[in-house]
């Protein structure tokens, strides 16, 4: 393989380098769920005796051709079904943190959402001490700091929203310390974030700071709710703020962080275009935004691709996401000082100097 194959995202390797593949990342808004690559995918559900609605890797990629966010939250619920045993939870952060160190991570916070599963019969311990134990083994054998917040899917009833808080608060007063926040998703669209507030007032009791999906398929009132009603931490996605310039400038002045995600969006419709995409609008007004693929293996990204995109775009800085990433991080002082001292000693001049790859290697 010639040197300019190795740095070139489009030749498609999942685990290929992409712009800056040494420099390090930060990337606070992945799905867990949505990293299983269709092949583990597959052997998850013969394992576990589960149906898929397709039989091979050619077939979920199929699949995985998302015509909007309600089909994309569909397919997402019928896939990850297959997701049964504490050993399954555990293999979905060790395969992923294998992956995104290959692409320069250096800190993770992956979301889960434990209710479907457990409606499913599994037990909350599969589900949390599985998660957690592979965290512990991602960081042992990749060096890779793996923090974990639960997700509150907004469809469900306010009850099940507060069971999940508890449970949350619990695992992490039990000793299960990669248990950082609380997050709230699905579809955004007639489900606001106010109801939820009583859950995420557990959360915050218990230690779990919020950190909802707002200002994606909804407008910047969703955002403004996500601050006030809930007190995020920082918004998953938030791009939609863009539309509301006090908000955006409000949002630069309280330094919350916005979990960005372009290929994702480009996926599910948010932006029609990457071109489109508002990335460096916000950048440039000063708001804090780190970089995420949220589902890589439902849409065809991987961080490496990710970063490339975001560099297409210009005006985006890799050391500004990055410090983004250090500023809205849910992790101890001491995690936090150590990812300071990891940016100070790179040399983000030569990153900035590679040449950014166009974005025709994203899939359209
Ligand atoms: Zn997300």
């Known amino acids: ?47 576990n005796g589960e149906e898929l609605p397709a039989r091979d890797v050619e077939g979920l990629a199929k699949l995985y051709r998302f015509r909007d966010f309600d089909h994309f939250l569909q397919v997402w619920v019928m896939t990850t079904h297959v997701m049964r045993t504490e050993q399954d939870f555990r293999q979905v952060v060790v395969d992923y943190a294998a992956e995104a160190a290959s692409h320069g991570a250096v800190y993770l916070e992956g979301i889960f959402s434990p209710w479907f599963r457990v409606q499913r019969g599994i037990a909350w311990e599969a589900i949390f001490h599985g998660y957690a134990d592979g965290a512990q083994e991602a960081w042992e054998r990749y060096g890779v700091e793996v923090r974990l917040t639960p997700d509150v899917d907004r469809i469900l009833p306010l009850d099940a929203a507060r069971e999940i808080a508890r449970q949350a608060v619990r695992f992490r007063a039990e000793g299960l310390d990669a248990i950082v926040g609380l997050g709230l998703g699905g579809p955004e669209i007639g489900h606001p974030p106010a109801p939820y507030a009583p859950a995420f007032a557990i959360g915050r009791e218990g230690g779990l700071p919020a950190v909802p999906h707002a200002g994606e398929t909804g407008g910047p009132e969703s955002v403004r709710s996500a601050l006030d009603d809930l007190g995020a931490h920082r918004i998953r996605h938030g791009v939609r703020a863009v539309d509301d310039p006090e908000l955006v400038a409000e949002l630069a002045e ?33 708001v804090r935004c780190s970089l995420a693929t949220d589902d890589p293996a439902m849409f065809d990204t991987d961080l490496g691709r990710e970063h490339a995109a975001a560099a297409a775009l210009g005006g985006v800085a890799a050391r500004d996401l990055y410090e983004a990433g250090v500023a809205g991080a849910l992790c101890d002082e001491a995690t936090r000082a150590r990812l300071v001292a990891i940016g100070a000693a790179t040399d983000w001049a030569a990153a900035e100097a590679m040449p950014a790859a166009g974005e025709d290697y994203v899939r359209t």
């Open 254 to 286: 309280r330094g919350t962080v916005l979990d960005v995600c372009p290929v994702s969006n480009l996926r599910t419709g948010v932006v029609t275009s990457l071109a489109d995409h508002p990335l460096p609008v916000l950048l440039a007004a000063g």
């Open 1 to 47: 393989m010639s040197t300019a194959a190795a740095g070139d995202p489009a030749r498609g390797s999942t685990f290929g380098p992409g712009r800056g593949a040494t420099t390090p990342k930060i990337e606070l808004h992945v799905h867990l769920e949505g990293t299983v690559r269709p092949a583990t995918l597959l052997e998850m559900a013969r394992r």
